[in-house]
């Protein structure tokens, strides 16, 4: 069974595409095809894309899924009245939290994802160079200045958790690679000792260590699976030694590790 | 007026939050205190949140908000109970739609953002990795392997919206930033005019460009806001002159920069 699935808002479309997503996910054995429409914001668009709309059942022989995040009524109606069944997924909380807070909603679209506090921006824009400048050990003077600092293997997952925690959460994130320069010297550098707090070691399980090894240089000795095994039995190690909680991200997204870093932090009292 | 949000969930919590905010970017006036509380997966975490709820109430002088993202209903009936207005963002689109789908809801918790498809998740990885690489024009002849490159002067935001677009959307970004060389030759590299169907211009204004880089480097001839205005001028000459989408970054965040390029893409045939 195949049907035809639109996030559609007035404007980037993130928060229908999210929470959709997550819907979705409930229903594993579905085959979704998914429509990404941001900016539907004039009557003419939403009229477009009914057409759109009426395609896709004639095409699925079932009518299109539509989760959308409308503020604007004489849009919303356009779409409501269309060949699809549609599931509005703010409006209907719109009202109870008015009633609850006592304040009118502004009813101005594309509020969730614009600037509307520059200081935070700037303050996730600043991460994000943060994390850029130092990704994989480039700079260790700079951990001190880093709100967490993540350690692990080449390839165990360390560059896109960073850059996660930076674009999502706005944290200065560092990471400093495990590598045959530290498990030689048996210690960590001195750097990352002395911000022990804000450390976080990734671990991997070895068979997936060197599948994703074997992609980046296959056939090597940094890519055998007895490399792998021994790297992160090393690791572990020395992670162990200094005493900082490990994440497994052998199956894990980076946004799960990511929320996993952030409740850590939080926890001890650190963010 | 002050009110505690807490942002519930029984995994990341990122579906609660990224609804959340949505809702409270409605009501401005409004001081909100954000919580964020991933991994309430137990009832013994459900109750000492509720404990946490009571103090907030307390605090404020008003009952906390609650926005949950709850699968399993002994814990979302604890919350339920607790000294807080709730809302309960996903269960109620969940019995609609698997009426609609005449398909039961898995009913396991964690779906959202776990890899629940291994082949997606390793693109977007990818996605990140050819970002990391191929920032800040490293490699020219890479730009033909990419979904998208973006062009444009120095600080216009042209890394952190390559970041978004592999980290949020798994595409190829590439960046190309236009320097001296590319103004004084009057004319972008032969690599950026072969992919011309997937490039994109950053612009900015030059009173914004000028702080920025003067955060960067303070009082240099590259911050001066003569220099940032002769680099916008050349810079849209160029842009112009290739026929390129230009998209202004002054006062756009990244997920809407990144939408619009999405957007821009899809209208183009590109993706």
Same mark, same amino acid.
């Given at each position: 069974m195949k049907r035809t699935v639109f996030f559609v808002s007035e404007s980037t479309g993130i928060t229908a595409e999210t929470l959709g997503h997550s819907l979705l996910s409930q229903f594993d054995s579905v085959d979704f095809e998914q429509v990404y429409m941001p900016y539907i914001n004039t009557e003419a668009r939403a009229r477009a894309l009914t057409q759109r709309l009426h395609e896709a059942a004639e095409r699925d022989g079932a009518r299109p899924l539509v989760f959308s995040t409308m503020l604007d009524a004489s849009i919303a109606a356009i779409l409501r009245e269309g060949d699809c069944f549609h599931l509005e997924l703010f409006e209907q909380f719109v009202e109870p939290l008015s009633q609850e807070l006592g304040v009118s909603p502004s009813r101005e679209s594309g509020r969730s994802h614009a600037i509307t506090k520059p200081s935070m921006y700037t303050k996730r824009i600043?991460?994000? +160079?943060?994390? %850029?400048? +130092?990704?994989?050990? %480039?700079?260790?003077? +700079?951990?001190?200045?880093?709100?967490?600092?993540?350690?692990?293997?080449?390839?165990?997952?360390?560059?896109?958790t960073c850059l996660?925690?930076?674009?999502?959460?706005?944290?200065?994130?560092? +990471?400093?690679?495990?590598?045959?320069?530290?498990?030689?010297?048996?210690?960590?550098?001195?750097?990352?000792?002395?911000?022990?707090?804000?450390?976080?070691?990734?671990?991997?399980?070895?068979r997936r260590l060197h599948l994703i090894r074997e992609e980046r240089r296959p056939g090597s000795e940094y890519a055998s699976l007895a490399r792998c095994r021994n790297d992160i039995r090393l690791a572990h190690e020395m992670l162990g030694r200094l005493g900082v909680p490990v994440l497994d991200t052998t199956s894990q997204s980076i946004e799960e590790i990511s929320a996993q870093v952030l409740r850590g932090l939080r926890n001890s009292g650190q963010h």
């Open positions: 600043e991460a994000i +160079n943060f994390a %850029m400048s +130092n990704d994989d050990g %480039m700079r260790p003077d +700079n951990f001190r200045h880093a709100d967490v600092v993540l350690v692990g293997v080449s390839r165990s997952g360390k560059t896109p996660y925690l930076a674009i999502h959460y706005g944290l200065r994130a560092a +990471n400093h690679p495990l590598t045959e320069d530290d498990f030689e010297r048996e210690a960590l550098p001195p750097e990352v000792c002395a911000v022990k707090e804000k450390v976080f070691g990734l671990t991997i399980e070895a």
